[in-house]
């Protein structure tokens, strides 16, 4: 797997209400317990910082400021607690870059399975400000075999620490444990899913009808949400909640067992904002509950690995490894491990702290840049929806005029309220839900369904499955016209053509929704390219097996539905819909 197909880190990032001090000995003991279940040596207590505060301004020289007014040398020490476990930890100010702001860190290394597994915990506080929280885990591989990274898990320490801190993200607080929503909660749910300081997802749960919440949690949710700690606020609606919530959420709805992931700046008035919020249907669910818990978790994952850092956390300088240890005389038994390098310089000089320090400061303005490029785009999305919708509205009057055109017989006036009646029938002749249009496909004679009845019902069950039925049915409905057109040699190119020069009288379908391939990506990736080789008639491949790279694109979002086809006019005279679901496998899906 290449570095960017590699699963990304486990990160958390979170406020406390807690003082700096009390934060990093509550870390600092949950770490120790940790450590010591685990059979390895617990490190003594952090030496109290000797000299100047770290707060307070020092003059310049062997411990005075690097880069933008970062301390160079700060306390840092190395303690070995065991065969290759490793415990760095740091502290000092940064005075040059926020007044009154200083950091703790601890970074943590123990042996793992083709490599080792690194836990990095940084606190970061000033006065008057939220004391900030970062915990990162990840596997550092060793060795020059080629191997398949593995997602790192969430790390004890991160269920520990959340309920003793009072964690939160912003406004939102953040649990281990799903909260269950009761009627009276409605509105405060919708608050923080509204709220513009939210930062991290909100991942809603709804329970069957016919079953018993505590049944529900028990089988489903908790196992369901375990790879989430840290990494969204998670809620349950109970019965009662679950009609107000879909009520007054019309757009976002979640219901019949389903699970949705809600990203921040969600816009409850806007029908295109829904397909921003992926949702997880029951019947993946039911299918395999680890595997869909795998598949929840990789959205918030990235999410959380990609979104910037506030400024207290960023102003963190990279960490300046003490020197390696010298051999330490053998302690009596009891006594405990004994600091293998107390506060000392960096081995690193100072070119190549600043040459790190530079690449950890580019990476994190490509964040924010990231950021911010991903806010325009769901901006510009939801706005090009919009526009879609009403010239949907405008080539269904153009439809209805020109059939009137093609028949009339000598002039004739044009009733609005007559067109406009013939409008809406032109447009209620779509099928409303997925169910409708797979037993109405035999209205499209050029076009065979090959693909999974299966995939195509279950979308009946996402929240906006009547939109995304209908629009599927113009897609359809232009693929049908495009044929008719191709088999007679009159289409001029391929259907992403026809859809930028569509014929007058003939349904009209938005070519940026006509993708005619995969990416050179998917296409190179054997399990990708393998989910969009689709069933096909033995006439046209002899494996019964065909690459479908074209589609449609059935709104937007990670997740939302996709129609993979093959095109063989110029053969068979023929086109075939080998899939019609929610978005396969490629770099950016859920």
Known sequence: MTPEHAPPPYRMTVTTPRTHRDTVALADQLLASWLKEEGHEEPPPPPPPAGPAPDAAGPPGESGQGRAGRPDGPLAERLRLGDRVLLDRDTGSLRGRIPGARYSRRRLRTPAAHGIDQLTLTVASADERPCWLRLEAEHLPTGSGVRTPSRVPVPELARSLLPLLDATDGPVALSPQPRVTARTEVDALIDELCDPERRLPVVVASVPPAVAMDTWLAEVVHPLLRHLTGLASLYVLGHAALPLFNVALEYHKVYGGAVRTYLPEVDPASRYDGGRHPVMPRHRIDEDVRRAAALLAREPRRFAAELPLPDLLAAVPVLQPPAEPRP?????????????????????????????????????????????????????????????????????????????????????????????????????????????????????????????????????????????????????????????????????????????????????????????????????????????????PACVDSSRRAFMGAHLRIGGGGTAPRVHYLDDCSRSGRIYVGYIGLHLTNTRTN
């Open 328 to 536: 330490q005389p053998v302690r009596p038994a009891g006594q405990g491990p004994a600091p293998v390098a107390g506060p000392a310089r960096s081995t690193l000089g100072g070119a190549d702290r600043c040459e790190r320090q530079t690449r950890v400061d580019e990476l994190e303005r490509i964040r924010r840049s990231l950021d911010r490029s991903r806010r325009r785009e769901a901006r510009l999305l939801a706005d090009t929806d919009q526009q879609d919708a009403v010239l949907r509205q405008v080539s269904a009057q153009v439809r209805v005029l020109t059939t009137r055109l093609c028949t009339v017989v000598g002039p004739r006036a044009v009733d609005q309220d007559e067109l406009a009646a013939d409008v809406r029938a032109d447009q209620e002749g779509a099928p409303g839900s997925f169910g409708e249009l797979v037993g109405r496909f035999t209205e499209f004679p050029l076009l065979d369904f090959t693909g999974d009845e299966k995939e195509t019902l279950a979308l009946d069950g996402q929240c906006d499955g009547s939109g995304w039925a209908r629009l599927t049915w113009e897609g359809l409905t232009a693929l049908q016209e495009y044929a008719a057109a191709a088999v007679q040699g009159r289409a001029g190119g391929d259907f992403k053509q026809w859809c930028e020069h569509t014929p007058a009288g003939c349904h009209h379908f938005p070519p940026r929704k006509a993708v005619r391939g995969e990416s050179r990506t998917v296409a190179s990736h054997a399990k990708w390219k393998r989910q969009r080789m689709l069933p096909v």
